[in-house]
Structures are given as structure tokens and as C-alpha cells.
């Protein structure tokens, strides 16, 4: 418990932190790292503003006959915190931070490709974040982030029409991330920086990008035909004025499937990275691990007909469907396999950064695995809707996107702030959160079993003993997200100076001084080496 | 379906088992012991990578097929399964007997009969979960979907709307009375309807003048309907359909999208005269005027 408050000296070296000052100079920076602090400190708003959503609907759910609220301000709730984790936090957390911080780092750029699109992409964010908040404190919508028509279109009375403006306006933040991405991997990679030197993040997040730029614009158009429907009565999906409810689904999946790719593929990037560099291992089957993540973002495009099983779709579309969705889980499956081979033989260290990681390995895993009930079209039956569905996919995105997240923030902490936070705490809160997950959801699939449909703001009597507990991990799992806020932002202050490279790290990122220079490398690297070489000779001594 | 579930819990215990074994023996013990030590390069193994595809692979087309096979199953309701009626609108269910008897979110059947349901919604998509029979549909309103179950004991079961509907979607939920035999004839007495649903459908084809135009003669000026329900359909442009439930909604409420030959399209649309119930009435009469095989709904 001795956090050294040692005073530390005066940084005389520049850094793109220290190279300008000024509310100014931030809003109007054009550096990468900067924005991806723009886009830190947002998300992290986001993050509690969903969080503290979801903490009323578990005060509610207490009790068989809601112990909150009304059931009118329970659907507002769940739409709240369905629309905003994901479109507002976890659609752009790891790309847009770690993403936006490190692709030119790792490969040795000194920007992005379009500096000033990639400021623009937060300003559309912020647009599109600033108009939903407001949908949401000015009466709020209760149509479920799904916004299935004709409920949408026709039968609720709340602000559908902001929501759905916002949720647009941000897909193009998406979609100018991405592009960004794309056009920087293919051409700034620095001299002798071949694909299959890349680093494996940079394989998730090309990976990401292209579904950024591919299935994005579709939910664009839902939300404009959704529009179109309420406010001019154009009859697309309401088969009362001549459309067909089905068509919505279809479109809303098109991208809504996908996007659970764009959460977890750079969670699984950011893992990559943990367990070569803390089991000092080059990873185990690189390529295979790297065109996982290529082939998981191709046939996430043609699975999402497994979310429509029972919505009257035909009995062979589910058929293909089915067969597809089961054919995601190879890919996925073949990562966890490498992560775990990289282990073998490994000098492995347990620092926070590795407790997250090893902690997404578990949690991703059983995610996965209570998907094939979900592929699987006989169980998908008699499951769908219901807090099975609700446990299996905070499995996957909190279990999985989101400790991959933190990972990815504390293994790269002391390169964005220079900083060390303290250890011992970030390894209590990794335990803390680990735990009070497992509480929250792990009932939830036992609930699902039994029946419990999701969205109910009352529920019968039989379903409390697990809601209670539901409850209870989440009140834990509240606390484990609020610990890392704490000391992270005491770090900044307070925290023992990190030096260049605490870990020990291999990759281009660890070879410039902490906090980088504005421009990243005082000179363009050359790459002449294979990744990740943690055995070479001479780094035995380091 | 149970035993699918359980098989894919046994495998998900299996390989949750086996990572957390394997990750947790590698972390202890090859734990970093130094800080100087140095662990050997990493072995690339191909036979493995290959073995760590392929078995989860033929794991995976097996529990498709056996999903499949059930689900496959579960769409096709047997042979002369007894009907029911369901119109769901916001918040409640209307379900109604082939000899008339109404009920709202309680629906009373026999033990050991297959069931098939036909349904619609009035406004939202719904969906009808009866989670002890395994079983759900979505409810959509437009168009009619199905279902069926058969029931294997006596009790009581929960009926809840899965498909979120707005305000009180959770209280959008009812019960499933399983009966015995003799049980469910009693009540199916106690509860006697003055008029089955044909009959109704019939007092509501004659108030509606359907009766002017489609007379059994073959006389008047729209198509004869009796023996007509579940036979073939051919459309001016060549097209066939089957006569069901679809397509007789279809024939009510947009009859100038089915043009037929030889007869002058001068039926009006009864759209906003007629509400989904009264149309499943009208239904049941036209399928009482004797009908072909039985069709099923898609």
C-alpha cells in the first residue's frame, strides 16, 4: 500500500501532451492520440450514463412487481441503456481509443491518413451522442434499441425520431473511423512493415473496419426508412398502410449482428497482445489468430438471420442461417485455442493488464459456447427473447469487449499518460469485476431456461431468488467499474513515471519515449524483424 | 429439445472445463520465476491447429443437424391437431375455440392432443411462449403464423408475450389450463357458446352481403366457396396459390390483388369493416363449407 507519492521532476521533453496547451488546442487537434482522449474521456461519460441505467433496472427487477418504477419508465430505461452501450460505448470503445492511439503507432506512422476526417468522426460522434442524450432526458423512447416496427413507426408515442436521428448521425462516425483505418494499414505502413509483421491488434482492427464501412450504412437506412414511416406515413414496414414488419428485421440485423463483431474483434486484438507480451511468448499460430479475425468479420455478415428463427422467416432460411451461425464459432474458437497454447512454456506474469485478459479468455469462452444453444435452431426456440439470450451476449460484450477494454487501457496506461497506476488496485478491481460479472449473468442463463422473457419490467413470482442474486453481482460489478476510475485519474497525477516501456513489451509502440512525441518517432522506424520476439537472444538481459 | 439442451450444457461444461484446466496449469506452472529467465521460441504445430479446427467443426455440423431436425419437426403441426384462434393485440391475448368459446389470456386445452394455433396481432408484433412446451411463435399482425404443441400433463403453465410490445408487455402474459378428457369436455359444456365460430362467420358473411355475390350455384358475380377452402387457385396471370388462411385474409381485405379469370374485379376491400377476429370467424365459416386436404400456414 506504499503508493510512492514520490514528487516527480518536471518533464522538460516535449510530448503531445505538453506540446500546446488550451481548451483550443484540443478541440482543434488534429492528432490521433489526442483525439483518442477526446474520444476516451466521451465514452467513459457514456459508459456511466448506460451504467447507471442499468443499475435502476436491477434496483427494479428486485422485485416480482418492480420495486422502482413504472413499467412505462422501465422500457425507457432498458432502450436507454441498450441504445447507448451500444451505439455510444462499445461500438467505438476499443477502436476509437486504443484503436485511434495505436494504429499509427504500431505501424509506425506519424498520423492517421486523414488527420482531420479522423476530428471530424468525433465531432459527428458528439453530435450524435449530444442529440440521443437529449431524446433521452427530454422524455425518452421506449422502443428497445431494436426499434422494431411497427411499434416504432406507428404505436409509441415517445422520441423515436431523435433516437433514431442520433443513432444515425453517429454510424458516420463509424464509418469515417474505419474508412481511416483502412486507407492507413494499406499505406503508411513504415519501410519493412510487412502485413505479416503486424502487429495482431492490427489485424483485428482492419478486420473491424471493414464491417465499420460495409454494414454501418444499412442501419443508417433503417433509421431512415423508421423516419420516413412515422413522419410521412411512406407504409414500409407497417402492414397496415402496406409494408411488412419483417423487412425492418431484416434490415436492423444486417448491421445489428455484424456490430457484435465490431465489439468483440478488437477485444480480441487487445488480448493478443496481453498474453504474447506477459507469457513473453511470440503467439502461438499467428496466422492462424490473424485470419481468424478476417474470416469472423466475412461470415458475420451472412449470420443474421439466427436473431429471426421464430419472427415467421422460413423454416430453410433458418436452416442456413443456423448452419452459418454455427460456422462463426470455428474461427472464434480456433483464437481461444491459440491464446491458451501460447501459454505453454511461457515466463507468465499476472499484472492487471494479464488478469483482464486471462479473465476475457474464461468469460469469452463460456459467451461463445452458450451461443451454439442460440445457432442451434430447436434450443434457439424455446430460448430466444429470454435472459438466456440477455446473459449469453453480456457474456460476449461485457465478459468479453469490455474487459478486453480495460485491459487494453491499463496494459496501455503508462504509454498514453507516461504513468504507472498502482498494481495492487488494479488487480483487486480485475478480481472484483471478474466476480461480480459471473454473479450478475450466471443466474440469467438459469433464468432464461425457465422462461423468463426479457423485457419485463414485473415477472412472476417463482423467477426472484435469481433476480435477487442478478442484482446483487451487479451492485459488485458497479463498484469494480468505479474502482479503475479512480485510481486510473490519480495515476495521472500521482503516479510513479513509467518510462518507455514498463512491460517489456515487443512492437514499435514501446520504442518511443512515454508519453510519445507529437509526431510519434523522432526518426521513421525500419522494421528488419518478425514480431513479437520475446526469445530472441538479446532481450534475455532486459 | 430438453435433451439438445442438455448435450450442448454437457459440452459447454466439457470446454469450459477444458480451457480454465489447461490455462489454469500453464499459469502456475509456468509462472515467471525471474525476471531474467527466458522461455524457449514458440513451436508452430500444424497437425494441432488442423485438430482444433476440424473437431469443433464436425461438433458443430452434428448439433446443426440434430437443431434442424427438431426444428423441422416442430414446424410441421400433425394430422387433425385440434385449432385454436389467437389475435393478440396491446396488452392482451384473445383466444378463441373452433365451437365458439371465447377466451382472453387463459386458454383451456386437453392433455395428449396436439394443438395447432393460428395467429395474428392487431397492431405490434407479439410473440406467443409457452415456456414449458418449449415453444414460440411471433405473432404478427398483416399476416398469420402457427404453432403447435401437445401437451403431456394437467396443470397450469405460463403464457408470456416474448416479442416486446410496448408499455405492458410484461403483463401481456396468461395461463395454459391442461386438462384431462373428461375434464376439458366439462368444460367445454360449462362454457358452451350460443354459436360456433363457422356460425358466427356465417351470420357475418350474410350481414356483410358476401352472400349476394358468391353463391353455391356458381350464379352470382364472385367465385363459388363451397368445397373451395384448401384447393389450388389460378390467378389471371398463371399463378397458383392454395387456398388458406393467408389467402382468404388476402381475398377480404385486398381482393383486388388477386384477380381471378373470368370473373370482373368489383369486390370491395372489406379493410376497417372487418377486425382480425371477425376474420378468422369468416374463415372458419368458408372452411366449413367443405374444404380439400388440409393446408398448412407457412
Keep these: 500500500m506504499s503508493t510512492a507519492i514520490a514528487e516527480v521532476p518536471v518533464e522538460s521533453r516535449m510530448h503531445y501532451l505538453n506540446a500546446s496547451y488550451g481548451i483550443k ?16 474521456g466521451s465514452i467513459t461519460l457514456m459508459f456511466f450514463i448506460g451504467g ?23 422500457n425507457k430505461l432498458f432502450t436507454m441503456h441498450g441504445v447507448i452501450m451500444v451505439f455510444f460505448f462499445l461500438v467505438p470503445s476499443i477502436p476509437a481509443t486504443l484503436g485511434n492511439f495505436l494504429v499509427p503507432m504500431m505501424i509506425g506512422a506519424r498520423d492517421l491518413a486523414f488527420p482531420r476526417l479522423n476530428l471530424l468522426s468525433w465531432y459527428v460522434y458528439i453530435t450524435g451522442g449530444a442529440i440521443t442524450l437529449y431524446a433521452l432526458i427530454s422524455g425518452g423512447v421506449d422502443t428497445g434499441w431494436t ?22 448521425i453517429n454510424g458516420f462516425s463509424s464509418i469515417l473511423t474505419g474508412l481511416n483505418f483502412i486507407v492507413t494499414i494499406h499505406k503508411m505502413r513504415a519501410p519493412g512493415m510487412t502485413w505479416k509483421r503486424m502487429p495482431l491488434f492490427l489485424w483485428s482492427m482492419y478486420a473491424t473496419s471493414v464491417i465499420f464501412v460495409l454494414a454501418t450504412p444499412v442501419i443508417a437506412i433503417a433509421m431512415v426508412l423508421i423516419g420516413a414511416e412515422r413522419l410521412l406515413h411512406v407504409g414500409i414496414f407497417d402492414p397496415a398502410i402496406g409494408g411488412d414488419p419483417v423487412l ?42 490473424a485470419y481468424s479475425s478476417l474470416a469472423i468479420a466475412m461470415i458475420s455478415f451472412f449470420v443474421w438471420g439466427h436473431h429471426m428463427f421464430v419472427s415467421s422467416q422460413s423454416v430453410y432460411a433458418g436452416f442456413i442461417f443456423s448452419a452459418l451461425s454455427f460456422a462463426v464459432a470455428i474461427p472464434s474458437a480456433i483464437k481461444v485455442f491459440n491464446w491458451t497454447a501460447t501459454l505453454y512454456k511461457g515466463s507468465i506474469s499476472y499484472q492487471a493488464p494479464m488478469l483482464y485478459a486471462l479473465g476475457f479468455i474464461g468469460l469469452f469462452t463460456m459467451g461463445g459456447l452458450t451461443g451454439l444453444f442460440l445457432a442451434s435452431l430447436a434450443t434457439d426456440v424455446h430460448l430466444h427473447d429470454t435472459y438466456f439470450v440477455i446473459a449469453h451476449f453480456h457474456y460476449i460484450m461485457v465478459g468479453g469487449a469490455v474487459m478486453a477494454y480495460l485491459g487494453g487501457i491499463h496494459f496501455w496506461w503508462p504509454k498514453i499518460t507516461g504513468r504507472l497506476y498502482h498494481d ?7 478480481l472484483v469485476i471478474f466476480v461480480g460479472f459471473n454473479l450478475t449473468f450466471f443466474p440469467q442463463y438459469m433464468l432464461g431456461y425457465l422462461g423468463m422473457p426479457r423485457r419485463y419490467a414485473v415477472y412472476p413470482a417463482e423467477f426472484q431468488v435469481l433476480n435477487v442474486l442478478s442484482s446483487a453481482g451487479a451492485s459488485i460489478l458497479g463498484m469494480g467499474y468505479l474502482i479503475p476510475f479512480v485510481y486510473l485519474l490519480w495515476s495521472i497525477r500521482y503516479g510513479p513515471v513509467a518510462g518507455s516501456n514498463p512491460w517489456g513489451a515487443k512492437g514499435l509502440e514501446w520504442e518511443t519515449p512515454s508519453p510519445p512525441p507529437t509526431d510519434n518517432f523522432e526518426e521513421t522506424p525500419r522494421i528488419t524483424e518478425e514480431p513479437y520476439g520475446y526469445a530472441e537472444p538479446e532481450h534475455a538481459h532486459v | 429439445m430438453d435433451h439438445l439442451y442438455f448435450f450442448l450444457t454437457g459440452l459447454t461444461l466439457f470446454f469450459t472445463f477444458l480451457i480454465f484446466a489447461t490455462i489454469f496449469y500453464f499459469m502456475i506452472k509456468y509462472r515467471r520465476r525471474s525476471e531474467q529467465e527466458r522461455p524457449p521460441a514458440t513451436q508452430q504445430s500444424l497437425p494441432l491447429e488442423i485438430s482444433w479446427i476440424a473437431i469443433p467443426s464436425l ?3 452434428f448439433l446443426f443437424l440434430w437443431g434442424a431436425s427438431l426444428f423441422f419437426a416442430a414446424a410441421r403441426p400433425p394430422q387433425g391437431a385440434m ?9 392482451m391475448w384473445h383466444l378463441q375455440h373452433p365451437e365458439g368459446q371465447r377466451e382472453i389470456n387463459q386458454l383451456h386445452i386437453p392433455v395428449d392432443v396436439p394443438v395447432r394455433l393460428t395467429m395474428t396481432s392487431e397492431d405490434v408484433i407479439h410473440d406467443f411462449f409457452v415456456p414449458a412446451f418449449r415453444m414460440k411463435m411471433d405473432v404478427l399482425p398483416g399476416r398469420y403464423t402457427s404453432e403447435w404443441f401437445q401437451a403431456t400433463k394437467p396443470g397450469s403453465y405460463h403464457l408470456f408475450c416474448a416479442q416486446y410490445c410496448g408499455t405492458l408487455h410484461s403483463g401481456m402474459t396468461g395461463t395454459i389450463e391442461v386438462m384431462t378428457p373428461t375434464d376439458y369436455a366439462q368444460w367445454l359444456r360449462d362454457n358452451a357458446s350460443t354459436r360456433s365460430m363457422a356460425e358466427s362467420g356465417q351470420e357475418l358473411f350474410t350481414r356483410l352481403g358476401c352472400d349476394t355475390c358468391h353463391l353455391a350455384d356458381g350464379s352470382g358475380a ?22 388458406d388462411e393467408a389467402y382468404t385474409r388476402q381475398a377480404i381485405l385486398d381482393p383486388a390483388s388477386l384477380p381471378l379469370p373470368n370473373y370482373r374485379p368489383v369486390m370491395p376491400t372489406f379493410r376497417g369493416q372487418v377486425s382480425e377476429e371477425q376474420i378468422l370467424q369468416l374463415i372458419a365459416y368458408i372452411k366449413s363449407l367443405g374444404s380439400g386436404e388440409r393446408t398448412q400456414v407457412p
Excluded at chain 1, 440485423?253 to 513473453?280: D, N, Q, R
Excluded at chain 2, 385449432?83 to 396488452?91: A, L, N, S, Y
Design chain 1, 25 to 40: 488546442s484540443w478541440l482543434f487537434t488534429t492528432d490521433h492520440k489526442r483525439i483518442a482522449l477526446l474520444y476516451l
Design chain 1, 52 to 74: 447507471a441505467a442499468a443499475v435502476m433496472m436491477r434496483l427494479h427487477l428486485i422485485e416480482p412487481a418492480g420495486a422502482l418504477v413504472q413499467p412505462e419508465t422501465y
Design chain 1, 147 to 168: 426499434f422494431y416496427a411497427p411499434l416504432s413507426t406507428h404505436y409509441v408515442t415517445t422520441h423515436v425520431i431523435a433516437t433514431s436521428l442520433g443513432v444515425f
Design chain 1, 248 to 289: 425492418f428485421q431484416h434490415l436492423f440485423w444486417f448491421y445489428s449482428h455484424p456490430v457484435v463483431y465490431i465489439m468483440i474483434l478488437p477485444g480480441m486484438g487487445v488480448v493478443s497482445e496481453l498474453v504474447t507480451c506477459f507469457a513473453k511468448k511470440k503467439p502461438f499460430g499467428y496466422i492462424f489468430i
Design chain 1, 424 to 430: 495492487g488496485w488494479a488487480r483487486l478491481a480485475a
Design chain 2, 59 to 61: 461438433i458443430c455440423v
Design chain 2, 83 to 91: 385449432e385454436i384462434f389467437v389475435v393478440g393485440k396491446q396488452w
Design chain 2, 222 to 243: 364472385g367465385p363459388v366457396l363451397q368445397g373451395r377452402f384448401g384447393k389450388q387457385v389460378t390467378l389471371r396471370d398463371g399463378q397458383n396459390l392454395a387456398m
